[in-house]
């Protein structure tokens, strides 16, 4: 069954959210309405919630081969995020250095750029032209004061997959905390923690068609950690409130789901994003991908187009019912361009001439055909535009 989608609209914006799973939806629904007892009551009738609050949590484990005891549900990534780092800091006494890449997501970038005001050092790591992370940067940054490293697994704006895995066991070599915001990672490679140094992991259900508003953070069983939301004793005792019973049942599902699809192996969406791309490239001159040298999740392009402005494009694609994004949907509005983007390619303009299109496993091959016949032709007409008239010659 698909969702239930505006037939009008091709979405290409899955890395700022994707549509819940119908089978999300079903699973959801009796925590809306029969089931709404408290987790936490100790009567039969609330059994039922904390029962499957608890299954949600054996799922979301069994997609990150993880102890469900290494799970806290929290309100979506960015809280997980802002908890590690305000836990991290707690902890070291001296810990007034934080080691990030200069490419995060705001909901890292934003509370390491708060702490920096308040004392704190907080070294950004340049990336190269392709968007990769050099891991002998990384150990060098790291000083003995050093709380927490942060480099998040997937980059939101280019899909560039950074050596997550490699960066962790070096921290772990210093004694040093690793956190990675791996929000676009879940659902679309596969992660075995079990295996890896990673201390602290983030995730968000709305990026892998489960509910907005429900996320989660693995703490590692050995790693300490400190609630930022501090409260009733939820969450044995690591994040106050009620749980969002619906919500994690709804991102238990949807971790059920996507764990489902990688193991089937089914590559639509590379195959998707592939043709897409090499489409692209071929009917538009001056485009290329960015980070097309670096290894990359398989559902998104990011292009960048000469003589064109993103922000123009975006009127003219969403005029065609095409949703696409410059940059990521946290930043439009702002006017910025994107900072991942220009930390790629500081002297050039690509910030300000790229699309990201993301794809799910809910788009079809026909949305894709249309794509790929109105993107060039959008281009083509934006430069046209911005072709200076002739100026009509006195006789
Ligand atoms: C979407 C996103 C977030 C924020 O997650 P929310 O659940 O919306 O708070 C954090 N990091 C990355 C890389 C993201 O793409």
Redesign the pocket.
């Known amino acids: 069954m698909e969702p239930v989608a505006d037939d009008e609209f091709i979405y290409l914006d899955n890395?700022?959210t994707t549509p819940l799973d119908p089978a999300v939806i079903e699973e959801m629904l009796p925590f809306l309405t029969r089931y709404y007892g408290n987790p936490s009551s100790g009567y039969a009738f609330a059994a039922k919630a904390r029962k499957a609050v608890e299954l949600a949590r054996e799922r979301l484990a069994a997609l990150l081969r993880c102890e469900p005891s290494e799970i806290i549900f929290t309100s979506?990534?960015?809280?997980s995020?802002n908890a590690v780092i305000h836990s991290a800091v707690q902890f070291e006494p001296r810990g007034k250095h934080l080691v990030i890449s200069s490419v995060e997501?705001s909901?890292?970038l934003r509370p390491c750029q708060d702490l920096e005001k308040r004392g704190c050092h907080v070294t950004f790591l340049d990336v190269d032209r392709d968007g990769n992370v050099d891991v002998g940067q990384v150990e060098a940054a790291i000083r003995p004061e050093t709380a927490l490293v942060s480099i998040?697994w997937?980059?939101?704006e280019t899909g560039v997959l950074f050596p997550v895995q490699r960066i962790a066991e070096i921290c772990h070599r210093k004694g040093v905390l690793f956190h990675t915001?791996a929000?676009?990672a879940i659902g679309k490679i596969p992660i075995r923690l079990r295996d890896t140094a990673v201390n602290f992991l983030?995730l968000?259900a709305?990026?892998f068609h489960g509910p907005?508003g429900v996320?989660a953070l693995y703490v590692n069983r050995r790693t300490r950690f400190t609630p930022l939301v501090a409260g009733g004793g939820q969450e044995n005792g690591r994040r106050g409130g009620t749980e969002n019973a619906a919500g994690i049942v709804g991102l238990g599902k949807a971790a059920e789901l996507a764990g489902k699809h990688l193991t089937e192996g089914k590559c639509s969406v590379r195959s998707m994003r592939d043709r897409f791309e090499k489409a692209l490239l071929e009917t538009v001159n001056g485009a290329l991908v960015n980070g097309a040298g670096a290894e990359r999740i398989p559902n998104t392009s990011s292009l960048a187009f000469e003589g064109i402005e993103s922000s123009a494009a975006l009127l003219l694609l969403d005029r065609h019912r095409i949703c696409c994004s410059a940059g990521?949907a946290?930043r439009t509005g702002s006017q910025e361009a994107s900072h991942v983007l220009r930390a790629m390619n500081p002297k050039g303009d690509g910030a300000r001439r790229s699309l990201r299109f993301s794809f799910s496993r809910f788009n079809t091959e026909a949305q894709i055909d249309h794509a790929t016949e109105i993107v060039p032709k959008v281009i083509e007409k934006l430069r046209q535009m911005s072709v200076p008239a002739p100026v009509a010659t006195a006789l």
């Open positions: 890395n700022a979506g990534g960015t809280e995020s997501h909901a890292v998040m997937a980059n939101n915001d929000v676009q983030s968000s709305h990026k907005k996320g990521s946290c």
